[in-house]
């Protein structure tokens, strides 16, 4: 039970909050016949696993970083609570169940599951070579609702790109002010994003730009969609208030509230949204 309790905390399993509800509010709005228990199941299983696979791919390449870094050194890994060749089976594991879940959802998903892999792979090296290392995890995000729209219907649709835009854009802006925090690490040792190659606060208008093409892609979403009515329109009016207050806590010269605004502001942004689709779709 210990070990289980590193291994949660090695991938943060707790942040799953961010992208399963925005993955469950794919699944309502782009099904076109509610799927069998079976099918979700198997959805749930591949997110989860993805998502365990692309967090300790993370870690482990980003372990060398991680020892130098005073805000990471309690982590599992580095603490010594969990050894390289337990993330290692971790990586084996979740990204086998990840590949065999494809395989029960259709043909289709099981050939575009090496993409996912891939670009998980990619991103923990992207801050080497880039500094825009941010937008390969949107691209992450963006795969999200077109792998539900692939997995429910074997197609791809502009309603599922649009929400793929949207999820994309939010986790490119979440990511850049989590980036803030190890903003005098990352320049002393040569790693690149947008705060580095930028400054903190033309890095802040970044991610209000991105926040407003989430906004504005899930306008045209609900435009767009057939079904959407007034209870989505009220709930977006609502998630944007929220995304106005995250950007209001912080400040280029004070960065004290990056926490409340990466993990509580966004893990209610996230929740609303599945809620306020999930009424719209009973209602």
Same mark, same amino acid.
């Given at each position: 039970?210990?070990?289980?309790?590193?291994?949660?905390?090695?991938?943060?399993f707790?942040h799953?909050i961010?992208?399963?509800?925005?993955?469950?509010a794919?699944?309502?709005?782009?099904?076109?016949?509610?799927?069998?228990?079976?099918?979700?199941l198997?959805?749930?299983?591949?997110?989860?696993?993805?998502r365990?696979?692309g967090?300790? &791919?993370?870690?482990l390449?980003d372990?060398p970083?991680?020892r130098l870094n005073?805000?990471?050194?309690?982590?599992p890994?580095v603490?010594?609570?969990?050894?390289?060749e337990?993330?290692?089976? &971790?990586i084996i594991? $979740?990204?086998?169940?990840f590949?065999?879940?494809?395989?029960?959802?259709?043909f289709?998903?099981?050939?575009l $599951?090496?993409?996912?892999?891939?670009l998980?792979w990619?991103?923990?090296?992207s801050?080497?070579?880039?500094?825009?290392p941010?937008?390969f995890l949107g691209l992450?995000?963006?795969?999200?609702p077109?792998?539900v729209?692939v997995a429910?219907?074997?197609?791809?649709s502009?309603?599922?790109?649009i929400l793929?835009?949207a999820?994309a854009?939010?986790v490119?802006g979440?990511?850049?002010?989590y980036?803030?925090?190890?903003?005098?690490?990352d320049?002393g040792?040569?790693?690149?994003?947008?705060p580095?190659?930028f400054?903190?606060e033309?890095?802040?208008?970044?991610?209000?730009?991105?926040?407003?093409?989430t906004f &504005?892609?899930?306008?045209?979403?609900?435009?767009?969609?057939?079904d959407?009515?007034?209870?989505?329109?009220?709930?977006? &009016?609502l998630?944007?208030?929220f995304?106005?207050?995250?950007?209001?806590?912080?400040?280029?010269?004070?960065?004290?509230?990056?926490?409340k605004?990466?993990?509580?502001v966004n893990?209610?942004?996230?929740?609303l949204?599945?809620t306020?689709?999930l009424?719209?779709y009973l209602?």
């Open positions: 039970m210990e070990k289980i309790k590193h291994y949660a905390e090695l991938v943060k707790e799953t961010f992208a399963l509800p925005f993955a469950l794919s699944i309502l709005l782009l099904a076109e016949n509610f799927p069998s228990l079976w099918k979700l198997w959805i749930l299983i591949a997110l989860v696993s993805a365990t696979l967090m300790a &791919l993370n870690r390449i372990e970083f991680d005073p805000r990471t050194k309690s982590w890994l603490s010594g609570a969990l050894s390289k337990d993330v290692k089976r &971790l594991l $979740s990204g086998g169940l590949v065999i879940s494809t395989l029960f959802i259709n289709l998903a099981f050939l $599951s090496p993409v996912v892999i891939l998980l990619i991103y923990p090296y801050k080497r070579f880039t500094y825009f941010h937008l992450v995000y963006l795969l999200i077109i792998a729209d429910l219907n074997a197609s791809i502009l309603n599922a790109f793929g835009i999820m854009s939010w490119v979440f990511d850049i002010l980036s803030l925090q190890d903003y005098e690490f320049r040792q040569g790693l690149k994003s947008i580095v190659r400054g903190i033309k890095a802040l208008r970044f991610t209000r730009g991105f926040h407003t093409i &504005l892609s899930l306008l045209i979403l609900g435009f767009r969609h057939p959407l009515g007034f209870i989505y329109f009220l709930g977006l &009016l998630l944007s208030a995304l106005v207050y995250e950007h209001r806590l912080i400040r280029p010269n004070d960065l004290s509230k990056i926490n605004a990466f993990f509580t893990g209610y942004v996230s929740i949204f599945f306020t689709v009424l719209d209602l």
